[in-house]
């Protein structure tokens, strides 16, 4: 470009050079200053208020540390509530659907086992049972997706408060190896206890048998399972020990019933009176609700030492057998009484001798 000859003895005009002073003040600062007062990665209104005041420091810095910097921790902490909260309540659908009964499967299973109308297990069974795993999956799956967004946010944090995380890092790696090895059966019982809850091994309110414990399940937790036996006792299991679950109230239950008649007795009598009798018993108010089949005698189960042992089953809904069989040998012992038919019961016989025979 081409520019006017300036006469000789004369100096530039002012105006040009302020002109350019205006339009380039931040190249008259030497560099250094501002990653002095904002550090090498300056923020913009650390870097706003250094230029603005012409390079002064202390106020750039004190910018960046009571303004700046407060609230870019405060933006990470809102932005990591909002995530926590749509990431929870993302899961918590998730779950609800992948927990969703198949129920034309277990209708078919129910029929297959002989209970044509399961509209009322299905309502009364599945839908309560959905509910509890769908709540423990996903406050288990939740909290561990609040954990992690909180740990990333905490070490966002910790790098915008210009902490150095290198020794962290270092420190947590060691502490870690240390408590991985001292948590390995804390860590078999989480991992144990999701199985269980995603299988639908069993849930708050089945009679379970544990092995070592037996009882009704009153709390599923990631860690252990809590049962109450029927004396009352609370039973505490770690789910890393449990290795084997017979759930004794899922979906529908049998009610058995062996009952003992004399070697001599007409077993035709006896079965048409344990059936007749079997039926009133479930036809009552008492246990009509709770009966899915008709009762069905097997015959003759055993031939003991004392007797004919008779085997007799009914279809019930869970847990409801334990009660049913009570009122059932209540019921056929007095049948049993009318109609003359011995239930036999061990007898001894004793010799005595004096000493002079």
Same mark, same amino acid.
């Not at 105006?15 to 923020?43: E, K, T």
């Not at 009509?288 to 005698?297: A, G, I």
């Given at each position: 470009?081409?520019?006017?000859?300036?006469?000789?003895?004369?100096?530039?005009?002012?105006?040009?050079?302020?002109?350019?002073?205006?339009?380039?003040?931040?190249?008259?600062?030497?560099?250094?200053?501002?990653?002095?007062?904002?550090? &090498? *990665? $300056?923020?913009? %209104?650390?870097?706003?208020?250094? @230029?603005?005041?012409?390079?002064?420091? #202390?106020?750039?810095? !004190? /910018?960046?540390?009571?303004?700046?910097?407060?609230?870019?921790?405060?933006?990470?902490?809102?932005?990591?509530?909002?995530?926590?909260?749509?990431?929870?309540?993302?899961?918590?659908?998730?779950?609800?659907?992948?927990?969703?009964?198949?129920?034309?499967?277990?209708?078919?299973?129910?029929?297959?086992?002989?209970? &044509? *109308? $399961?509209?009322? %297990?299905?309502?009364?069974?599945? @839908?309560?049972?959905?509910?509890?795993? #769908?709540?423990?999956? !996903? /406050?288990?799956?939740?909290?561990?997706?609040?954990?992690?967004?909180?740990?990333?946010?905490?070490?966002?944090?910790?790098?915008?408060?210009?902490?150095?995380?290198?020794?962290?890092?270092?420190?947590?790696?060691?502490?870690?190896?240390?408590?991985?090895?001292?948590?390995?059966?804390?860590?078999?019982?989480?991992?144990?206890?999701?199985?269980? %809850?995603?299988?639908?091994?069993?849930?708050?309110?089945?009679?379970?048998?544990?092995?070592?414990?037996?009882?009704?399940?009153?709390?599923?937790?990631?860690?252990?399972?809590?049962?109450?036996?029927?004396?009352?006792?609370?039973?505490?299991?770690?789910?890393?020990?449990?290795?084997?679950?017979?759930?004794?109230?899922?979906?529908?239950?049998?009610?058995?019933?062996?009952?003992?008649?004399?070697?001599?007795?007409?077993?035709?009598?006896?079965?048409?009176?344990?059936?007749?009798?079997?039926?009133?018993?479930?036809?009552?108010?008492?246990?009509?609700?709770?009966?899915?089949?008709?009762?069905?005698?097997?015959?003759?189960?055993?031939?003991?030492?004392?007797?004919?042992?008779?085997?007799?089953?009914?279809?019930?809904?869970?847990?409801?057998?334990?009660?049913?069989?009570?009122?059932?040998?209540?019921?056929?012992?007095?049948?049993?009484?009318?109609?003359?038919?011995?239930?036999?019961?061990?007898?001894?016989?004793?010799?005595?001798?004096?000493?002079?025979?």
């Amino acid at each position: 470009m081409a520019h006017a000859a300036v006469p000789a003895g004369a100096s530039p005009r002012p105006i040009a050079l302020l002109g350019y002073v205006r339009r380039v003040p931040f190249v008259l600062a030497p560099p250094s200053d501002l990653a002095d007062a904002c550090g &090498d *990665d $300056p923020g913009f %209104l650390c870097e706003r208020v250094f @230029d603005a005041s012409g390079g002064n420091e #202390a106020l750039a810095a !004190s /910018a960046d540390w009571f303004i700046d910097r407060p609230l870019t921790v405060l933006l990470i902490i809102v932005v990591a509530w909002i995530v926590t909260r749509l990431a929870r309540r993302y899961v918590r659908r998730v779950v609800r659907h992948l927990v969703a009964p198949d129920r034309a499967a277990t209708a078919a299973r129910l029929q297959r086992v002989g209970i &044509d *109308d $399961p509209s009322l %297990l299905l309502s009364d069974e599945i @839908d309560p049972r959905r509910e509890s795993r #769908a709540s423990s999956i !996903s /406050a288990v799956v939740g909290s561990t997706i609040t954990v992690l967004i909180w740990v990333i946010a905490l070490i966002m944090v910790v790098g915008e408060l210009g902490i150095e995380l290198g020794p962290l890092v270092a420190g947590a790696g060691i502490a870690g190896v240390a408590l991985g090895f001292g948590a390995q059966s804390l860590v078999k019982d989480c991992i144990a206890g999701l199985f269980m %809850l995603i299988e639908d091994q069993y849930g708050i309110g089945d009679v379970v048998d544990l092995g070592e414990a037996t009882g009704v399940v009153e709390e599923v937790t990631l860690r252990t399972t809590v049962l109450r036996g029927v004396d009352g006792t609370v039973w505490h299991v770690p789910n890393g020990e449990v290795q084997r679950v017979g759930n004794k109230s899922q979906l529908w239950s049998v009610a058995v019933l062996d009952v003992d008649v004399a070697y001599d007795s007409d077993l035709a009598r006896a079965r048409a009176v344990m059936l007749e009798t079997a039926q009133e018993v479930c036809a009552s108010e008492t246990w009509r609700e709770s009966v899915l089949d008709d009762p069905v005698v097997l015959g003759v189960e055993a031939l003991a030492a004392d007797g004919i042992t008779m085997r007799l089953t009914v279809k019930t809904t869970p847990g409801a057998q334990w009660g049913l069989q009570r009122a059932l040998r209540e019921a056929l012992k007095q049948a049993m009484d009318r109609v003359g038919i011995e239930i036999p019961f061990p007898q001894r016989t004793v010799w005595m001798r004096s000493e002079t025979e």
